[in-house]
């Protein structure tokens, strides 16, 4: 129960970094680099916040969402837009790494380099759950994660702005044409991406500590979570991440954990060589839904 548990708060965190890449990608069909340091930053903001200017926790983790929407709205400004057509200029390859290596020598240098102790959320309490001792803080991240995904599911199905989303996804030209405003819609993705970014912040620093360099390996493992779901599919990045915070689990308690992370990447290959539209791009979950589909 331990693992188990253990495994979807992990897998959790994954989904939410595959779902901010998925908000992305699917109107834009890039990989925004810079993710991992917008969510490193966010920890780190509302660190600061907490320990040097003693605000509350909720309105730290405000501060923090205000700032990466700002700075996601920044980096597509800057580093995606003025490159013209994406699919001819893959320049924001190097902008977007570009602007992942200045956000976090930045931070080094404003917040120092060494790691911070996090809080907890309920202050690091634990349960007693079928034998297993578990964080209050593992349960919200999970709890957490599904509401973010559950919300974002409604938003782009339910509202004004999700057809929006819906039809630059489809065909961005086309979308334009037909009066949506595709720039701003792309904008939108990006700052909302920020705030899924700076929730996945607040939940994973307690873990990890919060410093310059805590999303240097993690983050990688948000985009082997966007591919093993289907990279641009928010629905598949659920599957994505929790499967791959279950895999994770499951070796952990027959392996020894040096090995843990050379399976996930195993796993996200042979993912891709055989399912390259993800899982969900199976003929099972992708009977009666067109190809382009990726919302």
């Known amino acids: 129960m331990q693992q188990f548990i253990f495994g979807l708060a992990n897998g959790s965190i994954y989904a939410l970094m595959a779902l901010a890449i998925g908000m992305v990608f699917s109107t834009t069909e890039i990989i925004n680099f810079a993710h991992a340091s917008v969510i490193m930053l966010a920890a780190m903001t509302s660190y600061w916040c907490m320990a040097y200017f003693h605000l509350s926790y909720i309105l730290a983790i405000l501060i923090a969402v205000v700032i990466n929407v700002l700075v996601n709205m920044l980096i597509y400004k800057t580093c995606v837009e003025k490159l013209g057509r994406l699919s001819a200029n893959i320049g ?15 931070a080094r240098m404003y917040f120092g380099t060494e790691p911070q102790p996090y809080p907890y959320l ?12 578990i964080m ?13 995904g559950l919300a974002y599911q409604l938003l782009i199905q339910k509202t004004r702005f999700g057809r929006a989303v819906r039809a630059v ?28 970014a700076a929730i996945s912040g607040a939940l ?7 410093s310059y360099n805590m999303m240097s390996f993690i983050g990688l493992k948000g985009f082997a979570a966007a591919l093993i779901g289907g990279l641009g599919n928010t629905r598949g990045a659920f599957i994505g991440g929790i499967s791959l915070g279950l895999i994770e689990a499951l070796i ?5 954990a040096a090995y843990k992370d050379a399976i996930s990447f195993f796993v996200m290959i042979i993912v891709i060589i055989f399912l390259p539209g993800g899982i969900l791009g199976a003929k099972f979950f992708s009977k009666g839904r067109t190809g382009k589909e990726k919302i």
């Open 92 to 106: 924001w390859i190097v902008t977007l790494f570009g602007a992942s290596i200045i956000i976090d020598n930045a």
């Open 122 to 133: 309920f202050g690091g309490k634990v349960v007693h759950i079928l034998g297993a001792n």
């Open 136 to 148: 209050l803080h593992e349960i919200m991240m999970i709890v957490v994660s599904l509401a973010v």
């Open 169 to 196: 996804s489809f065909r961005r030209d086309t979308a334009r044409l037909m009066g949506i405003k595709s720039e701003t819609t792309v904008l939108f993705c990006f700052g909302l991406a920020g705030v899924v």
């Open 204 to 210: 994973i620093a307690p873990i990890t500590f919060a």
């Open 252 to 256: 952990g308690s027959f392996l020894p």
